[in-house]
């Protein structure tokens, strides 16, 4: 099993940053995909952003210019850089790991972004 923390969440105002961080713990032989969903009250849970071992990245629409995906396979550690945010992007971001045999969530954390 894989378990994952998320850290990094807050409120913040328009045109602000935040940084997440999500590490992955437990008996892990490698993880092919990590990624960031998230859900606004209302809404479904949404892909944000994800990248592969490989590094290959994908970013919904609405984050591409303002988001930055990355990883430490080393350390099983995806993080998300999140820069010119807007109230939209108010919700609660999901930590997701993948592989052949597993995938697990994490357990959230809230970004709200005043205007």
């Known amino acids: 099993q894989v378990q994952l923390v998320e850290s990094g969440g807050g409120l913040v105002q328009r045109g602000g940053s935040l940084r997440l961080s999500c590490a992955a713990s437990g008996i892990i032989v490698s993880i092919n995909t990590m990624g960031w969903y998230r859900q606004a009250p209302g809404k479904q849970r949404e892909m944000v952003a994800t990248i592969t071992s490989g590094r290959n990245t994908n970013y919904a629409d609405s984050v591409k210019g303002r988001f930055t995906i990355s990883r430490d396979n080393a350390k099983n550690t995806v993080y998300l850089q999140m820069n010119s945010l807007k109230p939209d992007d108010t919700a609660v971001y999901y930590c997701?790991?993948?592989?052949?045999?597993?995938?697990?969530w994490g357990q959230g954390t809230r970004v709200t972004v005043s205007s």
């Open positions: 997701n790991a993948r592989d052949v045999i597993f995938n697990s």
